[in-house]
């Protein structure tokens, strides 16, 4: 048991660090969960719990920059958490067979929003500027709320591609926006997963812990990487643990 609390303080060292410079922590805890002998449906229910403390800063330093209407956010906030929950539930309804089964294809959209996020939010600026764009940002904040519930591995990119969709371009708001709404969707799925008795406790209280550390250091030291090569290295790398872990895990 020692020597899996380590690894999972490895875990979340290296999430806490990667997330800092580029985002995709669970890709990184994810499959070191896994390769710890935690099924699964545990390793990601334990996974989510574990990282979601470490996005509250992120709402606290942008706080001074969120849209001046509280209402609106609320009502952003709700759609969020509606999801999450909706995703929590598909996830403990339909089980570890289909959970395995969907998780490469879960990968590919996890990977995709790291690497070309900040295209997909200039792709949305045009949309935006018409009448159904406020709209149609509420269903993919609907959207993103269920993938954060049922794995949630890219969803900061994916929640600021549709906060530029809302109409939101100014990138301080839009980041302070899109940090609301993770922790919305975030704190929605972690209130069900935390009774569904999936939750691996040590391995999440070591994971933050390791989450907490990483950060800091990752704070301080990777973010003098060139973003793009850090984006391609933890997109590849975070991939490729997981579809090893997941080849075990088939019958």
Known sequence: MTADLFLFLAAGFVGGAVNVAAGGAKLFVFPILLSAGLPPLAANATGTVALWPAQMPG????????????????????????????????????GE?????????????????????DRLTRWMQP????AGGPRMARVIFLACGVYA??????????????????????????????????????TAAVIPLSLSGLVVWPAAISVFI????????????????PERLLKWTIALMGTGLTLIYLFDLRP
Do not use: Q
């Open 149 to 186: 519930g049922y794995f949630g591995a890219g969803l900061g990119f994916m929640l600021l591609a549709a906060v530029f969709l809302a109409g939101d371009s100014r990138i301080h708001a839009a980041n302070a926006r899109k940090n609301l709404l993770a922790v919305a969707a975030n």
């Open 210 to 225: 390791g989450g907490v550390a990483g950060g800091y250091v990752g704070a301080r030291i990777i973010r003098r990487l």
């Open 97 to 117: 067979a289909t959970f395995v089964g969907l998780v490469p294809f879960f990968l590919v959209i996890a990977v995709g929003a790291i690497l070309f996020g």
């Open 59 to 94: 709402v606290l330093v942008f706080r001074k920059s969120l849209p001046s209407s509280p209402g609106m956010l609320a009502v952003d906030a709700a759609f969020a958490g509606i999801g999450a929950v909706l995703g929590v539930l598909a996830l403990i309804g339909f």
């Open 127 to 130: 949309i935006a500027r018409s």
